[in-house]
């Protein structure tokens, strides 16, 4: 199973930014996907999750500025981030519960991709 995320780059404060990531492979069915960051110096953290009837949970320094949806058909996931702020800076990796065809089940992650913010 691959997770291929895209969408980072360079944004200036207060501006958005978009990610999204596509799970790939033998795959029988995906469970709660979700966004992970780690900034220099710091350890990964979750930003958000959602599951496949689309509950979702925030950390709370992203709530009311990013939203996270999922298209279950494409077996993909998204990260629509607003008003960024330099904290947000960090590389973005997607993460997927994933079963696969022979019944196991694992925990798939993206490469990651980097989000700049500029002050």
């Known amino acids: 199973v691959q997770l291929q995320a895209s969408g980072g780059g360079l944004v200036q404060a207060g501006g958005s930014l978009s990610l999204s990531c596509a799970a790939s492979?033998?795959?029988?069915?995906?469970?709660?996907m979700g966004w992970y960051r780690q900034a220099p110096g710091e350890q990964r953290e979750l930003v958000a999750t959602i599951t496949r009837g689309a509950n979702t949970n925030y950390q709370d320094s992203v709530k009311g500025r990013f939203t996270i949806s999922r298209d279950n058909i494409k077996n993909m996931v998204y990260l629509q981030m607003s008003t960024l702020q330099p904290e947000d800076t960090a590389v973005y990796y997607c993460?997927?519960?994933?079963?696969?065809?022979?019944?196991?089940?694992?925990?798939?992650w993206g490469q990651g991709t980097l989000v700049t913010v500029s002050s």
């Open positions: 492979g033998p795959i029988f069915s995906v469970g709660t």
């Open positions: 993460n997927a519960e994933v079963r696969l065809r022979s019944g196991m089940v694992l925990t798939s």
